[in-house]
């Protein structure tokens, strides 16, 4: 019964190869992010898709391109790997854009060699 | 533009109080939250208190929010080793619904 959750939970690739992490939530929210954990813990939001749209794109490589196919799905593709993307990527979901908290998965780490 | 600042780490006897303090810089936040993060796992929600309080207590997690200052803090009380963990500040403001993390407090217990 887990609320928010991403596969794979390891992930290690070398440079220059394409990956995707997926998620899903069951808890019937209605907004949907990406956050980057870097290696010194630093959280940043990349992306937020409210029903599907994309409603926050933050500085992100153009190699980074997030597809919902519904509102309860917000998967991550990653083009050309660079060593500069490994971190631990969270999902996380909300209802609604103001008010509730967010709920986050329990992460993908990412290492590109 | 809005930031999020705490200090990075504290360390506490195991049995005494912590106390985690945050600034934030953006005076339209709606809501401000605690989240804890122990090594190898994902965001837990602790708590968050709406802007329009002062303080929030659950068992023996206490918020108190000073909107004057833009000053958050999280008070543990009687803390215990499994309390040890990397805590965070975050903002949700009305602009856009995301949260802004602060960059998180190490928190170490010591027996």
């Known amino acids: 019964d887990t609320a928010v959750s991403q596969t794979p939970k390891y992930l290690v690739t070398q440079m220059g190869n394409d990956k995707s992490i997926k998620c899903e939530q069951n808890l019937g929210h209605d907004t949907m992010y990406w956050y980057k954990q870097d290696s010194k813990k630093f959280l940043k939001i990349m992306f937020s898709y409210n029903n599907k749209e994309l409603i926050i794109n933050e500085t992100v490589p153009n190699r980074f391109s997030p597809k919902s196919p519904d509102k309860a799905h917000l998967n991550l593709h990653i083009n050309s790997l660079e060593l500069g993307d490994s971190a631990v990527y969270f999902c996380?979901?909300?209802?609604?854009?103001?008010?509730?908290?967010?709920?986050f998965g329990n992460g993908t780490r990412l290492t590109v060699t | 533009g809005e930031d999020v600042e705490q200090s990075l780490f504290l360390s506490v006897r195991e049995g005494d109080s912590s106390v985690i303090n945050c600034t934030y810089t953006?005076?339209?936040?709606?809501?401000l939250y605690w989240y804890k993060q122990e090594p190898g796992a994902g965001l837990q929600l602790l708590t968050y208190i709406f802007s329009n309080m002062d303080m929030k207590q659950d068992q023996r997690l206490t918020v108190l929010l000073n909107k004057k200052d833009k000053h958050l803090s999280l008070r543990i009380a009687d803390t215990q080793t499994g309390d040890s963990a990397i805590y965070f500040c975050?903002?949700?403001?009305?602009?856009?619904?995301?949260?802004?993390f602060g960059k998180g407090t190490k928190l170490s217990v010591k027996p």
């Open positions: 975050a903002e949700r403001t009305g602009s856009q619904g995301n949260l802004i």
């Open positions: 996380a979901s909300s209802q609604g854009q103001s008010n509730s908290p967010l709920h």
């Open positions: 953006d005076s339209s936040s709606t809501y």
